[in-house]
């Protein structure tokens, strides 16, 4: 008895082991021979649409914003005030030195007529007419620092972006209007140096490359809101390999046929121990 139960043991084992060697083998891969063919050429950059005649205009000191006098979409002359900072301080520093000035002035006149009745010496007259030339001239460059408060368009064109509210500071490196003229544009990107080559050929070509270029017109372009999505102009579509559906049908066959023969030896193992029939 413990013999028979020795055998069924080691029967089991074996056909066990057999059927886990048979499903732990690596599927059947096809093999195919490499050959060189046509692939998608592109090139990716980042890029933008602008205007070739534009300037930012930022503001000449650190300042809030108080006043934003124009949008976008509008046209503007040059020296057209844009934006009013706030010039409170400043103002009053204008102020103050406005009033040394009228101060040093009335100080010179009196002067003067002390000096005339020899009441005065004249050393005394032209320190007197020193410090109003002074104080005139501090006055006048406090005022003339006014403007500094005012962003004006640097030249006739159409304000073609605005990136200022009221109430935001703003400091010199800043650029709170772009004006230019929205007529004739051009395309500035970053592309890698291997591709400079290609692209200048084509462009001087100035004709479409099936997958890598297409000649577009300003129309078009402003059609797609200057997006400069590549799929928008070019079809870079590749069609996928068709699926050979006869021979996947025919290696499904033959996998359900070995698996069919891997069951019948188990079932007969099985049937000769007396563990039963097929299941």
Do not use: C
């Not at 890698?192 to 577009?216: G, N, P, Q």
């Amino acid at each position: 008895m413990l013999r028979r139960i020795l055998i069924i043991v080691i029967l089991l084992v074996a056909g066990a082991a057999g059927a886990w060697a048979w499903f732990a083998l690596p599927p059947r891969v096809a093999i195919a021979t490499s050959a060189e063919g046509p692939a998608l050429e592109a090139v990716y950059a980042t890029g933008a649409v602008e205007p070739v005649n534009w300037a930012r205009v930022g503001p000449a000191t650190r300042a809030r914003v108080t006043q934003v006098l124009v949008e976008e979409g509008a046209r503007v002359t040059e020296g057209q005030t844009m934006a009013r900072l706030d010039d409170r301080q400043a103002r009053s520093l204008a102020d103050e030195a406005e009033a040394r000035a009228r101060f040093a002035v009335e100080d010179l006149n009196r002067t003067r007529t002390l000096v005339s009745r020899d009441i005065a010496a004249r050393a005394t007259l032209e320190r007197a007419e020193r410090d109003a030339r002074a104080a005139r001239a501090l006055a006048d460059l406090a005022i003339q620092r006014l403007d500094d408060f005012l962003v004006r368009a640097p030249t006739d064109g159409v304000v073609l972006r605005r990136d200022v509210e009221v109430g935001e500071v703003v400091d010199t490196p800043a650029s709170l209007f772009w004006v230019g003229e929205p007529r004739p544009l051009r395309v500035s990107a970053e592309v890698d140096e291997e591709d400079i080559a290609r692209i200048v050929a084509t462009y001087r070509k100035f004709e479409l490359v099936e997958k890598y270029a297409s000649v577009v017109s300003i129309d078009k372009l402003e059609e797609e809101g200057f997006n400069l999505n590549l799929p928008r102009y070019v079809d870079t579509f590749e069609a996928e390999k068709p699926i050979d559906l006869a021979a996947v049908q025919k290696d499904i066959a033959r996998l359900e046929s070995e698996l069919a023969v891997v069951r019948g030896k188990m079932h007969a193992h099985l049937a000769a121990l007396g563990l039963g029939g097929k299941s």
